[in-house]
């Protein structure tokens, strides 16, 4: 894969709007999740996931950028992460401490937020022995919420779409490995570990 088309896949599929693009299937898709929710309380999830999963961590990262405290706002050594890593999983507990306050928040919801935070906080201890690759990790978790709500009925699945996600997050790895940004093992754990903290916690319904 070329190098323009390798960064154009990492940045279209960065893991920053993983979240939104689950939200957004969730709710273009047939479930009770989407047809027992309104359009105004659509419009909040959606701003508060926007804010809390895009705005800010971006902003915060380059705000530690500006300060000299991380390389660049691509995060290329590993000992960048760290601290965009932490401030991202706080944002995603207030997004998680945010939902609970809404009223008969389904609990699928609030199993998708649990999720990502799980997989977060494993590679956030991981990374200073092991640069687990975070665009796999996202893309793999986006195809284990798809597949997860699918497979506990949760929402109606559609196969083209979850053939699509699956298309999808083999460009991503071709593209992380064409940019030299990840060793095949790093690609492999990073959808394992994705996948799984996404699939397992839906489809076990685990939330707190």
């Known amino acids: 894969m070329s190098r323009p088309y390798a960064l154009a896949i990492s940045i279209l599929f960065h893991p920053v709007f ?28 959606y701003l508060f996931v926007f804010i809390l999963t895009i705005v800010m961590p971006g902003l915060s990262t380059f705000i530690l950028v500006r300060n000299k405290m991380v390389s660049h706002i691509t995060l290329p050594l590993q000992k960048d992460r760290t601290a965009p890593y932490a401030i991202t999983i706080f944002y995603y507990i207030l997004l998680y401490y945010l939902l609970r306050k809404i009223p008969n928040i389904p609990g699928p919801m609030l199993s998708v937020v649990l999720g990502s935070i799980a997989m977060l906080l494993i590679i956030l201890v991981i990374n200073p022995r092991f640069q687990i690759s975070a665009h796999m990790a996202g893309i793999a978790g ?4 798809y597949i ?6 949760i929402i109606l699945g559609d196969l083209f779409i979850t053939c699509l996600l699956i298309i999808a997050a083999g460009f991503v790895g071709t593209a992380r490995l064409s940019l030299g940004a990840h060793r095949p093992s790093e690609i492999y754990s990073g959808a394992l570990l994705g996948f799984l903290c996404e699939y397992l916690v839906i489809r076990y319904h685990l939330f707190l």
């Not at 979240?19 to 999830?45: G, Q, R, V």
């Not at 986006?142 to 919420?145: D, E, H, R, T």
């Open 148 to 153: 997860g709500l699918s497979t506990s009925d």
């Open 18 to 45: 993983m979240p939104i693009i689950a939200l957004f299937l969730i709710f273009t898709s047939d479930s009770y999740l989407s047809n027992n929710t309104s359009d105004e309380a659509k419009n909040i999830l």
């Open 142 to 145: 986006l195809c284990g919420i």
